[in-house]
Each structure stands twice: as C-alpha cells, then as structure tokens.
C-alpha cells in the first residue's frame, strides 16, 4: 500500500481539517482539450494510485477521464474519455458523464457518476486495470446524483448511498441509502439525512449529498459529504461529515451541524462555479486522512485530518 498524500497539521492550525500546501492538485488545463478538471475519484492502485476524473472540454461537454499517480499528487491523466465496453448488453451512451466515485470492493473497482441517461441517473461501471472499463446497467432510474459505494458488502448485499433530484439545478435532495444483491437489482430503499432547517446549520439547509466512499472505523461507517445553502449570490457548498451503524447503516450516529471545510481559498471562491468545496474521495492510512475534494468546480484539492479528531469532533456536533 503505497504512502497517502498526507501533510501535518500547520503550526497554529486548530482546524479538524486542513488544506494541503500544494493546491489546487490539479489544475483546470491539465490536459489539452479541458476547461475544468475537477470532482474526481482516486483509489490505491498497484504501488501507487489510479483515479476517474471529471474533465469538461472545452465546449463544456461533462465525460470521464482515467488517470495515474505514484505519489497521489502528480497525475498523469488520459487524454481521452474512458471508453466503456458492455456489460450484458448495458446501453453504453449517454449524454453526458460527471462527478465519479469508486470503490474496490473484493479486489475489483466500481466506478458511480452521474450518467446522463434521459436525465440524470447513476451509471455503473468496473474496471480490473483501469484501461478496459466496462459499463453496467444504471443502477437507479433518472432523476438521480451522488451514487456512492460502500467499499464492502453489508448484511451479504451491496450498498449504495444517493440523491433523488431533478432534471436541473436540484433546489432539494436528501440522502438514500439503496442494497443490491448483485449490481444490477436495487432496492430495500432507506433514508439517511435530509437537509436541515435554516435556525439549526443553514450551510446545509438547501441539499445534501454522498461525497467520499465510506470509510469503515471502530465505531462505524465515517461519510465525507457536502451540504449546500441558497445565498443570494446562489448555492454555497461545503463538507460536512456522518457517522453510519456498522451493520445497519441508515441508521446516524453522528452529524455534522458546524461544516469541516467550506470555500475559503481563492481557488475555492474564484471559478467557473463560485462557492464550491466538494469531497469525491478519502485516502486512509492508519489514523490519517487525505481528502479529495472539487474546487469551484474548476481544480482538483486535497484537505487532511485524523480520523480520530473528526469522530471526537463528530461527538461534539450538537442541534
């Protein structure tokens, strides 16, 4: 397992989460044809990392790109979209692609975005090597975003978490919680979080959806996620964090009412979207965290923490 692209907390800093010294990761032209490069997935791969990217072109067509890292910092990223094969005679075109995750679940990778498939729905795909990606069927009807993995079975069944929407700028959105027996059945639908009230967290109070691939501790399933706010200068996201029962995991621990990281940085107010701190992946290597996460839907960043900070901090969160 290769080293994860983790930096100390800076001297002075009483943040639970930090911004990483080298962002933005990846820049908006990292590639010839791109406008934007951001809300991008990476996972371990080999001896070093392996990512799905969302690279809008220069048109501001929205597809997925594969990508390489040895230190999960510099990339080496496709020129071209990923190419899907069939799988069992799965559609494979669709509108558009954006906004991956993916998780390794029992040594293959699954990769969610939101596939544009008669409106918004959430594509489902695999990959053993990250050059030949197969495409399965949606795994939800349209409208729908944030299809997110857990990174293991539960209770024998796959779980993935969503956002029920529109066909547009969804000006709502809870967060569901669907199993599968085989990829392909969805069902068992549960509720995890809805937005909360504008009095209690207003950075929250508009939507909220699934960020990273959840990461399985000692106390239960910890969830980067990002809850948004209508301002009057339009919607505002931030990162927030959930804690999931082990077995049973619509079932909430803990929630974040203050938000972990919200747009500050330059990068993070200033681009093509405004106002957007949004968490795709998590990098874990004991107690340290290396978060992911899509900058003014422009650049890819990287935020770090302890994991045993946010679950106390977690602890904390109060209504």
């Known amino acids: 397992m290769p080293q994860i692209p983790w930096q100390p907390r800076p001297e002075g800093c009483k943040d639970i989460v930090w911004r990483d010294t080298r962002n933005p990761i990846i820049g908006r032209y990292d590639i010839p044809s791109s406008n934007s490069i951001f809300n991008s997935a990476v996972v371990p791969f080999k001896d070093g990392y392996a990512g799905v990217f969302r690279c809008d072109n220069r048109r501001v067509q929205m597809n997925i790109f594969a990508g390489f890292s040895k230190d999960g910092v510099k990339w080496d990223i496709a020129h071209e979209p990923i190419r899907f094969v069939s799988h069992d005679g799965a559609p494979t075109w669709s509108d558009y692609k954006y906004d991956p995750r993916v998780a390794c679940i029992d040594g293959r990778y699954w990769i969610t975005w939101c596939n544009g498939y008669h409106g918004p729905t959430i594509g489902l795909g695999y990959t053993d090597d990250f050059q030949t990606f197969y495409q399965c069927e949606n795994a939800l009807l349209p409208f729908c975003r944030n299809g997110v993995l857990f990174p293991q079975k539960i209770n024998g069944q796959y779980a993935l978490l969503s956002r029920p929407s529109d066909n547009g700028h969804t000006p709502f959105g809870d967060i569901f919680l669907s199993f599968s027996p085989d990829m392909e059945y969805w069902g068992h639908h549960r509720h995890v979080i809805s937005p909360t009230p504008f009095e209690i967290s207003a950075w929250q109070c508009t939507k909220v959806g699934a960020g990273s691939v959840p ?23 931030a990162m927030g964090a959930l804690l999931l029962d082990r077995d049973e995991p619509w079932r909430v621990l803990r929630r974040s009412y203050d938000y972990l990281l ?58």
């Open 262 to 319: 919200g747009p500050a940085a330059p990068y993070e107010l200033m681009g093509d979207v405004q106002n957007v701190v949004f968490p795709c992946a998590a990098l874990t290597e004991g107690d340290k965290v290396s978060i992911y996460y899509g900058a003014a839907d422009t650049c890819v960043c990287l935020a770090h923490g302890r994991i045993s900070e946010i679950l106390a901090w977690l602890d904390g969160q109060e209504t």
């Open 215 to 237: 990461i399985l501790t000692e106390r239960g399933w910890l969830v980067f996620y990002h809850g948004v706010i209508t301002t009057c200068n339009g919607y505002r996201y």
